[in-house]
């Protein structure tokens, strides 16, 4: 038994791998003119479908803008001379074809006229002309020759990024083709054996993968201004990747991507290729995710791998590829706005490796909270929820909750007080709610991450959420909430509003084959049970019905295994990892499981009294009163809505 | 004679007309279904092209991303039990096939095993397999199914605009094509007798305009994600004008907007025919530039008179339409980044009347510098030139130099750090110099503003400038600047660098048709004389070869009449305005004009020293250093470089 793998070359730390492409191209474009011409070049282009192009040199203005002397309002020309004797009370003549002429705005201006008397200055006079009460100045009104654009000075230098005011520039200055830097046209080339073609609209079997990241990198590229080829994914199969590149140069592609053409894995053959068809220049960078990106140059222009898994491909992307991408295409770096949040969680880090994390980020009160997502590098929805991006320096071995730190947003920072934070316990209702709250005039977009109910008292006391989903069961009273809160979060000044009564109970395959009818079969039966997450109120609830069955956990086959969704727990099931888990009724219906109710139970919203009138709790609060919201409710299954919107006071009792 | 004119209704604050076009929409949209299907629907997209476009409707996932337990690194899928026993110094034998498998990252876990171990941390063993010496923990480097997406979870809600990083998600869910709304059809429809079309390419005549408004506005249009249709100018007749519109609105246009079509001209019709066809709603915002804007409801959908000028036309779109066809478009408001500025003049403003005020914006040492541009609103190159925007409100009679104002960026604020702000003399060199800087690696954005020698004195005595251009000649020394600053700005720490050598003459029509030799002939020979504005360096210069050759200002005619430019000052020689004027030779041989030199003279760039180190005037250091830079200025003709690029010392001479 033999290994072959790939052993990286020195691990760059980013800029320096940056710098070391940049440097290659930069080299070669000041070359010969045989290598130049394969970078893009100069193209002209319609002035009004310019914008968005980037200018290859300076343009000056052809025409003066206006091209004479211009009326500038409604009313008549006149040579001021003529009206330095008018006073008020002591009307002057002036008559029409002689000492006056009738204008409108942006006509020209009579020879010897030097002044415009607005029409709303004058009275008409019955001797055939017009009175004025009030000499004009010379110059008044009168738009001069020139006075916008003289013709040869320059409207816009080099490099400069067409918007579309400077289409009314240049058309004005009698620009109608404009010399534009031709766009990077990109090759990407999705590779894998086992990875299906989205555009056969597979439908994924075991093991088998959609290939996206060519479709996110595409996107990205054009966002870049590039156009983009995008070539049918290519098997692992060194003569057929070795074509697809020489192909894509061949076709004069200025830059080339291989899609998860940069893993270790025995499979990869991207680097022996292009270290026998060109310069490695880079194989690995000293950053998570992304570590295993290739960058190289192949007969004069650049060739890169980016790694296979979603987060490592977009940052490979972004922080590698797109310097190349701007260089090539004459555009500055897009500059994302920064601003500072407080983490709410501390995140350990690798020395030596600079790491991204992505964050969800919202205004709570005075601040900006960054709760960090998931940091599994396969996980595409990780990039998808954040709003910002921040990054971990090599030389820090990570970053303590509550930190103060930099995050580069995707979104304008005006958006952030759009956004409503809500951290705690996990419910199909909430999507529901975030899909509402997005169609309201003034939209609102629902973040919640999810960390169980007792998550959700931890952030309401750190004061980084806006509200908190909770469904705690006080087992004492049977009452929900109000003693949890009492106890870790005595000081705070709380309102529970209700969402929802749902039903929770055991999610058990269609049919229900093993026959489970409620905890007690769960000893002894050879069932395997998935279980939630500490702190989660559906786990409370759980343990709760243990010990009235008089079970304990070590009795469970599974119970050290958790998720932290109905939905994670449902697809245990769903594929036979587990033959039943503890959960909600919705998440049983949305896979066409079945479902052994056994309690009902109060899901409530914390919300801290200080945003009770804040409009995104507003805008919560007038939600759950319509009966529009009510109706979808009760149409997921497993919910009530006796309770939705009202204001809950301790003692409120469920009723069987 | 009778004047026909428009009257305005009431004149309505923006908020207000903004909220009457929204609420008659938001009316109509809830009404029937006939009504609202004049607007836009729904229509579905390939995941792959649907960047930008916005969701009908909330898309929930279709398939569990990993679809199922997965590899998350390249190594040995195990089942984790089986590898208890291991401990360092007491490897364990792992047999290929029967308790370990070969696993790439990605492939599907075979059936039974629940983690995978590095292929790092494995030893080949001659036995037949691999050996491990630590256990391995369940579901170590595994990416469990769903650990991404779980089928049916709630992808995107409706009104999500989507990302690049949205369409990984799309298709790892296998959402093949999306529900989302058709992006608003938007006819624009230029007026007017005078416009020429800019399709024809025109050499526009005397009174005549190439029309490029509607090509800026539909420009704006598509980034506001619509679809544009423009149709070709109509002429001011009332006939075609209700033709064009009632097409478009046959068309299945969402919105229209007529250009130029509000003015209060005797030759608008546009107002009379929306009133006939469809009912009023706005005529008159309280807005400047902008007040002439019409707004109306023609058959369910809005129809737009946009002003003529220029920019009344832009703030009309950007402040009245954009918020109407974000509501079609089911898009917010574009968000733009808001700062502090410190206004480097006082802006007199209407009582009443909300004022737009477009400033140059840079970084100038700590703060945020804002340049108030030339106000009319007829000139594109006032918004072309700015980055920023101000309003004044309707309240405020103005707003006094140095007050600190917000202002909307349309740049984002990083880009402020790349602008290099220099206020004063006018030279056509600093636009080599602007072409010069765009072309550098890390490119920067000369912004120069125009007032004058004197001007760039005051400008950095008040510390809103990195540099300003001066050519004050000192008459008793034949120096140039010093005596100046010492004079206006004594406690000044200045680096003077000169920039060239330049040659100040009278500009003359080609051949010099009236045999102009010198100042002397402005006497008593009918010659219409051009100047240039006070504080200006080349109005000292005239004065100075003025009283040198015994004249008085009264002695020229046209002494009073003011350029502030050299080129405005050669197009009035041009067009015949004036019969010569004083400036540089390059503004003579641009326009072909003809030149009779009368002195050298040195224009210098002064720096405050605590400026000296920054980037951008390093990168000017540098540029007149190169031989390239000064072969180009030669180029232009009337400039010496032998002084170009060198620090200034008093007493350095031209000599003749």
Redesign the interface.
């Known amino acids: 038994?033999?290994?072959k793998?790939n052993v990286y070359l020195k691990i760059l730390p980013l800029p320096e791998a940056v710098a070391k492409v940049l440097d290659a191209l930069?080299d070669r474009s000041a070359g010969q003119d045989d290598v130049r011409s394969l970078l893009p070049g100069r193209e002209f282009c319609p002035?009004?479908e310019a914008?968005g192009r980037v200018l290859h040199e300076?343009v000056h203005a052809r025409?003066?803008?206006?091209?004479?002397?211009?009326a500038?309002m409604?009313g008549f020309a006149v040579r001021a001379a003529d009206t330095f004797a008018a006073r008020e009370g002591e009307p002057l003549l002036l008559r029409?074809g002689e000492t006056c002429f009738a204008v409108?705005?942006?006509?020209?201006l009579p020879a010897n006229c030097d002044a415009v008397i607005m029409?709303e200055h004058v009275a008409?006079d019955g001797r055939?002309g017009?009175s004025v009460e009030a000499p004009a100045f010379?110059w008044q009104h009168v738009?001069r020759?020139?006075?916008?654009?003289?013709?040869?000075?320059?409207?816009?230098?080099?490099?400069?990024q067409i918007?579309?005011?400077?289409?009314?520039?240049?058309?004005?200055g009698?620009i109608?083709e404009v010399p534009v830097w031709e766009q990077p046209l990109v090759r990407i080339i999705p590779t894998?054996d086992?990875v299906l073609d989205?555009e056969q609209?597979p439908?994924?079997?075991?093991?088998?993968?959609?290939?996206?990241?060519s479709?996110?990198?595409?996107?990205?590229a054009?966002?870049l201004g590039c156009r983009v080829e995008r070539v049918k994914p290519v098997p692992d199969q060194p003569d057929r990747l070795r074509a697809a590149l020489l192909d894509s140069l061949d076709a004069g592609a200025h830059a080339v991507i291989f899609c998860a053409g940069s893993?270790?894995?025995?499979?990869d053959y991207t680097r022996s290729i292009l270290e026998s068809e060109g310069e490695i220049l880079v194989h690995g960078i000293a950053a998570m995710p992304g570590k295993p990106s290739l960058a190289a140059i192949c007969r004069g222009r650049p060739v890169f791998g980016a790694p296979?898994?979603?987060v490592s491909s977009?940052i490979c992307f972004e922080e590698l590829i797109t310097p190349v991408i701007c260089l090539l295409a004459h555009r500055?770096l897009p500059?994302?706005?920064e601003i500072e949040v407080e983490l709410t969680r501390s995140l350990p880090s690798r020395l030596g490796l600079e790491e991204f994390v992505h964050l969800a980020v919202g205004r709570v009160g005075e601040k900006a909270v960054g709760i960090p997502l998931n940091r599994?590098a396969?996980?595409?929805?990780t990039?998808?929820r954040a709003q910002a991006v921040m990054r971990i320096p090599a030389e820090a071995e990570g970053i303590a909750e509550d930190s103060l730190v930099r995050a580069r947003l995707?979104v304008?920072?005006?958006?952030l007080y759009?956004n409503l934070i809500c951290v705690g316990s996990h419910d199909n209702v909430l999507?529901l709610l975030?899909?509402e709250?997005?169609?309201l005039?003034r939209?609102f977009?629902?973040i919640s991450a999810h960390v169980g109910s007792m998550g959700g008292i931890a952030a309401l006391k750190k004061g980084v959420c806006h509200m908190a989903g909770m469904h705690l069961l006080e087992e004492d009273s049977g009452d929900f909430n109000f003693a949890f809160l009492r106890k870790f979060y005595p000081e705070g000044r709380i309102v529970l509003l209700n969402l929802a009564i749902r039903r929770q109970g055991l999610i058990v395959p269609a049919g229900n084959p093993k026959g489970v009818r409620g905890v007690e079969d769960l000893k002894g039966k050879g069932l395997r049970y998935i279980n939630r997450q500490r702190g989660a109120g559906t786990r409370i609830l759980f343990d709760w019905h243990l010990r009235r069955a008089g079970l304990k956990p070590a009795d469970v086959d599974g119970y050290a295994?958790e998720e932290s969704?109905h939905?994670?727990v449902?697809?245990?099931v769903l594929?036979g990892?587990a033959d039943c888990g503890m959960g909600i009724y919705a998440a049983a219906r949305?896979?066409g499981l079945d479902f052994v109710p056994l309690a009902r139970e109060r899901y409530d919203l914390a919300v801290p009294e200080r945003f009770w009138e804040d409009p995104r709790i507003l805008a919560v609060r007038d939600m759950l009163q319509t009966e529009a919201f009510k109706a979808r409710l009760e149409n997921l299954g497993g919910y009530e809505t006796g309770l939705t919107g009202q204001i809950m006071h301790p003692g409120v009792r469920l009723g069987e």
């Open positions: 038994m033999s290994f793998r930069a002035a009004q914008v300076a025409y003066s803008s206006p091209t004479c002397h211009a500038a409604d029409e409108n705005t942006g006509q020209p029409i008409v055939g017009v010379p738009r020759i020139g006075e916008d654009i003289v013709a040869t000075e320059l409207l816009f230098p080099r490099n400069h918007r579309p005011c400077d289409v009314g520039a240049l058309l004005s009698g109608w894998g086992e989205f609209r439908d994924p079997g075991r093991g088998q993968v959609v290939e996206s990241n479709q996110v990198l595409a996107a990205m054009r966002e893993s270790a894995g025995s499979k296979g898994y979603p977009l500055p500059a994302r706005p599994g396969g996980n595409i929805t990039v998808t995707s304008p920072p005006a958006r759009d999507d975030a899909d709250l997005m169609g005039p939209a977009r629902l295994k969704t939905m994670a449902a697809v245990n594929t990892a949305a896979l």
